[in-house]
T-cell receptor, first 109, second 114 residues
Framework: RKEVEQDPGPFNVPEGATVAFNCTYSNSASQSFFWYRQDCRKEPKLLMSVYSSGNEDGRFTAQLNRASQYISLLIRDSKLSDSATYLCVVNSGRRALTFGSGTRLQVQP | DAGVIQSPRHEVTEMGQEVTLRCKPISGHNSLFWYRQTMMRGLELLIYFNNNVPIDDSGMPEDRFSAKMPNASFSTLKIQPSEPRDSAVYFC????????????FGPGTRLTVL
């Protein structure tokens, strides 16, 4: 079983839609959680950290459920510029960061 | 401010040749990471350094791969001899001291081994 699992997608949604991505992790001792964004042929960039209490940054909301070992990312009012691959990232304390394989989002006009 | 700098951006070489990838981390950062990304395997950690010392190299695929960090502002990843299956995008990332885990990635080196 992979340490971090994501639905690869692609998710094809119209502009203005709300879309949610889920991620599960296998190591219950994991301490920190993040969402990174990667545009085509570019490097990954931090989108937001994920806190136990949940956190919001504009149109983006991240949530963590430690009991279920589950992380989510919600994007409201999708824009064309949100089209990218979203990487779920976990720091289990053993080997730096572990990246999921990513979920591809395509927002269509 | 300059981000993480990698060179070359693209490298095309023939099987059996030596390849050297270079990375300059963000000034003041004390951790440096080398990753490899392929369609099949996603983003994999190869090795990381803390204060120029290798901490975990368990991701290095085999003895053909070696990495060095002679000082705080420079690191190399070498493949000798290279093979077609080494074709991938190689990213370097750095992280500053403190409690944050945020890593900042360089633009990557796209390696093609023919």
């Amino acid at each position: 079983r992979k340490e971090v699992e994501q639905d690869p997608g692609p998710f094809n949604v119209p502009e203005g839609a709300t879309v949610a991505f889920n991620c599960t992790y296998s190591n219950s001792a994991s301490q920190s959680f993040f969402w990174y964004r990667q545009d085509c042929r570019k490097e990954p960039k931090l989108l937001m950290s994920v806190y136990s209490s949940g956190n919001e940054d504009g149109r983006f909301t991240a949530q963590l459920n430690r009991a279920s070992q589950y992380i989510s990312l919600l994007i409201r009012d999708s824009k064309l510029s949100d089209s990218a691959t979203y990487l779920c990232v976990v720091n289990s304390g053993r080997r730096a960061l572990t990246f999921g394989s990513g979920t591809r989002l395509q927002v269509q006009p | 401010d300059a981000g993480v700098i990698q060179s070359p951006r693209h490298e095309v070489t023939e099987m059996g040749q030596e390849v050297t990838l270079r990375c300059k981390p963000i000034s003041g950062h004390n951790s440096l990471f080398w990753y490899r990304q392929t369609m099949m395997r996603g983003l994999e950690l190869l090795i990381y350094f803390n204060n120029n010392v290798p901490i975990d190299d368990s991701g290095m695929p085999e003895d053909r791969f070696s990495a060095k960090m002679p000082n705080a502002s420079f690191s190399t990843l070498k493949i000798q001899p290279s093979e077609p299956r080494d074709s991938a995008v190689y990213f370097c990332a750095s992280r500053g001291p403190g409690s944050t885990d945020t890593q900042y990635f360089g633009p990557g080196t796209r390696l093609t081994v023919l």
